[in-house]
C-alpha cells in the first residue's frame, strides 16, 4: 500500500509561482511511475505532468513550458514547479502513482490563481 501526502498549495496572483510535492511511503518508490492530476470546479480530472521510473516526462499541452515536474527517489518524492501560473491553472491538485495495475491517490492539495 502506497501513502502519499501532496502539499504546496496556496492562493497566488496571475503570473505567480508554486511548487507542490508529493511524499510517498509503503511502497518501492523508484518503480512507480508517478504524476499530477488537476480537477477545477465542474470539470473533469486530467492529467497534468507524468515521470516514468527512468525519469521521462509528459506534460498537458495546457503547463508546457510552464510547469516542471521531478522526482527525487531517495527522498520518495516527486515535485511540481508550477511558473507563470494563470487563472485557469486553479483546481485541486493530486498526486498519482502507478505500477502494473495497482494506482494510489493522494488527498489533494488546493492551487488558487487569482488577482
Given at each position: ?28 518508490f523508484e518503480i512507480y511511475t ?82
Amino acid at each position: 500500500q502506497v501513502h502519499l501526502v501532496e502539499s504546496g498549495g496556496d492562493s497566488v496572483q496571475p503570473g505567480g509561482s508554486l511548487r507542490l510535492s508529493c511524499r510517498a511511503s509503503g511502497g518501492i518508490f523508484e518503480i512507480y511511475t508517478m504524476a499530477w492530476y488537476r480537477q477545477a470546479p465542474g470539470k473533469q480530472r486530467e492529467m497534468v505532468a507524468i515521470i516514468t521510473p527512468d525519469g521521462g516526462t509528459n506534460y498537458a499541452e495546457s503547463v508546457k513550458g510552464r510547469f516542471t515536474i521531478s522526482r527525487d527517489n531517495a527522498k520518495t518524492t516527486m515535485s511540481l514547479q508550477m511558473d507563470s501560473l494563470k487563472p485557469e491553472d486553479t483546481a485541486m491538485y493530486y498526486c498519482y502513482s502507478q505500477r502494473g495495475t495497482r494506482t494510489y491517490w493522494g488527498q489533494g492539495t488546493q492551487v488558487i490563481v487569482s488577482s
